[in-house]
Every structure is written in structure tokens, then in C-alpha cells.
């Protein structure tokens, strides 16, 4: 059941659905292995350095009838992950007043499809973020070490 | 006769059969068995330890030669006086028996060292080479904190990494 809107909340577009995705390139330097020797996207490519984590929103990539994989014209080393909106809304159970907001972003310096996470990612938010980044994951960064060879994937 | 990297690369593998507690009854290859003596293979340990560390060093040089805008999103270069405080870390570390971290650029600047434990997860992040924060998920429960405030509680976790490395 969702959580009623308190003015705390970070900014959030209801016109963005909640099945809908969001989408965030990945550089290959942000992914990881997990404990089992699979590759992940790491917390840290959901780091916004306080300010709204730049995304792309499949809403309005719809809109302008392009594929999401437009997003990495121009960056070929990249991968690209896609979460839901509600994966990024859920709050924190722990601490429901930790919670996240998705919002469109028409900014003409930016794609026409840019958007934003608001809100504070805390370490917590950015797991799961990364969690749910790793399980949707569109298409990996190309050229990627094998695992064995990755620093720290002997441990 | 087993080579020097062939045994480096067995003795790795066995690191991280180990710590995920799949060979936890076969922690070192005896001497008897491939007729190497007990001083070849503290050698060969030794190597296997260099190979770690260079395969940091090198990864810790990389980070250092990303570019401005490196991720696509606008992130700034990698601080160079964050990655020497990051490898100073890492060597204490190595020398008390804790894994190697993964280590993952910020985009503020920063490293992340990340380690991915079927028991734990940590990671560390430096945004500067004195603001350091930390983030672990162990049994089920969370914890953020600072160098500054829960230095103890870091080096527990730490400690509880080389120790479920060795089977402690």
C-alpha cells in the first residue's frame, strides 16, 4: 500500500508511472562481482553527490518513439540499466521517511528525455537502487574483465 | 611440477573457495602432497599476496587516468591524494590478513572500496583522504557511520572479514 505524500517528500511526478522505467547508464568502472561472482553495478553509480541523480525516463523516451538504448549514442564503453519508478519511489522500511522521488527533467541543455531521482540517496536507498540496477540491467558495459582477473574478485 | 603462477592462481582460487566456506576442511594444500616444503609454500603465499597487490596498484593507477565527465553524468577526475590514502589503507589491511577490496571510482572525486562476503557486505567510501564513511549489511541488518564516529565498530567488520577469511 503506498505510503501517503508528507512534506518531507522529495519532489515526485505522478505522470511518471510506476511501471514504468527508469534508466541509468553504467561505466564499466562501476561494476563490480558480488559474492557470488556475478556481476553487479555498483552502489557507487548511484551516488548523486547530494544534488538529483541524472536518469532517462522510458515515459518519454516513448513519447519521442526511441529505443533506450539511444541513450548510449556516444557513449560506447557504457552499459545501461532500467529500474521501475516504484522500485525507485519504495521507501526505506527501516526508515519510511527515507524515500525518493522521480521526476521529468525538460531542461534544454538535456535529452528530451532526461529525468531526475530526487531526493536524498542515503547508503541504504542506493543499495537497493544498485540492487534492482543490477537485476534490470539492459546491456552490460562491452569488454568487461573476467572475473578473475577483476582486483579484489580473489577474495 | 607446479610453477610459481600456476600456484599463485590454485592458492587464490582456494582464498575465495574459502571464504565462501565450500572447502572450509581443505584451507592450504599439504606439502606432502605436491613435494614442496613448508618454506616453498610461505614463498609461494608470498607471491600469490604481490600478485593482490599489484593487481591493486594497477587498478588504483586506472582510476587516476579517467578523465573529467568519465561517467557519462559529469563526474570529476579521481583525486589523486584520495587514491595514496586509499592504498595506504589497503596495505594495512593486506597485512592484517583482510581481503582485497573491489575498488570503484565516485563521481565526486572519490574511491568506494567494496567488499561482496556471502556473510557481509562493506564498502568504504573516500570522498577525501580524512572523510571517510562506511556502509555494511551483515545478518540482515544495516549500519552507515564515519571513520570519525565508529572507528571501532569499522574495525570490527574489518576484523570479522579477515577472520571469515581464515575460517575463524
Redesign the interface.
Known amino acids: 500500500m503506498e505510503s501517503p505524500a508528507t512534506a518531507s517528500d522529495p519532489p515526485n511526478d505522478p505522470t511518471v508511472p510506476d511501471d514504468s522505467l527508469v534508466f541509468r547508464?553504467v561505466?564499466p568502472?562501476?561494476v563490480?562481482?558480488?559474492?557470488t561472482g556475478d556481476r553487479?553495478v555498483?552502489?557507487?553509480?548511484f551516488?548523486s553527490?547530494g544534488g538529483p541523480l541524472?536518469v532517462g525516463l522510458e515515459v518519454l523516451l516513448r513519447e519521442l518513439r526511441h529505443e533506450p538504448l539511444v541513450m548510449l549514442q556516444g557513449?560506447p564503453t557504457?552499459g545501461l540499466a532500467g529500474l521501475t519508478a516504484a522500485r525507485v519511489r519504495q521507501p526505506d522500511p527501516?526508515h519510511p521517511e527515507k524515500r525518493l522521488g522521480v521526476t521529468k527533467d525538460r531542461d534544454p541543455d538535456e535529452p528530451p528525455w532526461h529525468g531526475s531521482i530526487t531526493g536524498k540517496i542515503?547508503?541504504?536507498l542506493g543499495?537497493k537502487l544498485a540492487a534492482g540496477a543490477s537485476e534490470g540491467i539492459v546491456v552490460w558495459p562491452p569488454d568487461q574483465p573476467d572475473g578473475?582477473?577483476?582486483?579484489?574478485?580473489?577474495? | 611440477m607446479i610453477t610459481t603462477t600456476e600456484f599463485a592462481?590454485s592458492q587464490?582460487?582456494e582464498?575465495?573457495s574459502f571464504?565462501?566456506g565450500a572447502f572450509a576442511w581443505y584451507p592450504v594444500q599439504s606439502p606432502e602432497w605436491t613435494g614442496t616444503s613448508t618454506s616453498d609454500i610461505r614463498l609461494f603465499g608470498l607471491v600469490a599476496q604481490l600478485d593482490?597487490l599489484n593487481?591493486?596498484v594497477?587498478?588504483l593507477r586506472?582510476?587516476l587516468d579517467?578523465p573529467a565527465d568519465?561517467?557519462?553524468?559529469g563526474a570529476v577526475p579521481v583525486r589523486a591524494d584520495v587514491v595514496q590514502q586509499a592504498a595506504h589503507l589497503i596495505r594495512d589491511w593486506l597485512t592484517e590478513g583482510i581481503?582485497?577490496?573491489?575498488?570503484?571510482?565516485?563521481?565526486?572525486g572519490g574511491v568506494?572500496l567494496?567488499?561482496?562476503?556471502?556473510a557481509a557486505?562493506l564498502?568504504i567510501?573516500l570522498s577525501t583522504p580524512t572523510d571517510l564513511?562506511f556502509?555494511v549489511?551483515s545478518d540482515g541488518h544495516?549500519e552507515?557511520g564515519t571513520l570519525a564516529t565508529d572507528r571501532s565498530r569499522l574495525a570490527s567488520v574489518l576484523a570479522s572479514l579477515a577472520s571469515s577469511?581464515s575460517g575463524g
Open positions: 547508464r561505466p568502472d562501476q563490480v562481482r558480488d559474492a553487479t555498483s552502489t557507487a553509480a551516488n553527490r541524472s557513449y557504457h527501516e542515503t547508503d541504504s543499495k578473475d582477473s577483476a582486483p579484489g574478485r580473489a577474495e | 592462481t587464490t582460487q582464498s575465495a571464504a565462501s593482490t593487481a591493486l594497477e587498478r586506472h582510476l579517467l568519465w561517467d557519462s553524468y581481503p582485497a577490496p573491489q575498488i570503484v571510482p565516485t563521481p565526486d568506494q567494496e567488499w561482496h562476503q556471502p557486505y564498502e567510501h564513511s556502509y549489511e544495516e552507515e577469511r
